[in-house]
């Protein structure tokens, strides 16, 4: 790996928490410009033609939250 890296890996895991909480942070200002390439736009135009054709395919929220809630109390 390169000097970055294995600094970075070094770091303590609180550390490492932060650091990426602040990378997070810096991509979702709302100046930040993340750039999407064609295949993911279409990607995502695909899947959401392919919810609205069969709604059967995704998880209402409902579902999605009591899946959680069981996998906590396991």
Do not use: C, F
């Not at 979702?28 to 064609?38: C, N, Q, V």
């Not at 899947?47 to 409902?62: Q, S, V, Y």
């Not at 999605?64 to 996998?71: G, L, P, T, Y």
């Amino acid at each position: 790996m390169d000097l970055y890296t294995d600094a970075i890996r070094d770091l303590p895991a609180v550390d490492r928490l932060l650091l990426v909480e602040r990378i997070w942070n810096d991509l979702t200002r709302p100046d930040t410009e993340l750039p999407i390439s064609r295949a993911i736009l279409e990607d995502a135009k695909a899947r959401r033609d392919a919810m609205a054709a069969d709604p059967t395919l995704g998880k209402t929220h409902e579902q999605v939250w009591n899946r959680i809630e069981a996998w906590r109390k396991a």
